[in-house]
């Protein structure tokens, strides 16, 4: 499954096919997806900073799946860069997209506590 990441008018916008990913679609597309949206971040600055366009960079992010367990394996961040893109930064652009925080966090992943609290109860520690 491939969701695409374009650069709209100052956005960041994420797409899967022709539709733009909103919650309305999948709340957990949306979750995918900030992956190549934290990286096209950190892309669009890079560019900006060395006053290069954004014209012309796809940002594709591919998710493999495993079949069996019906879960994300792993997932490929390809940078298709425009003509123009100088040769001298392509390993730079690497570097860029790896220091994006939601990759570090699915690298080593949060635990999650599901806390239940009823209405009028006291807060406690329910584990």
Sequence with gaps: MDIEIKFEDGRIVPYMGHQEI????SPFL???ATAGMCSAVFVQAFMQQRGLSTEGVRIIQRMNYNRFSNQVHDIDIHIDLPEHFPSKYRNAIVNVVNQCPVKQHLLQPPAFNVIPHLAGEEESNVA
């Excluded at 909103?22 to 679609?25: A, N």
Aim: hydrophobic share 70%; proline share 0%.
């Design 22 to 25: 909103t919650m309305d679609v």
């Design 30 to 32: 949306i979750f995918l």
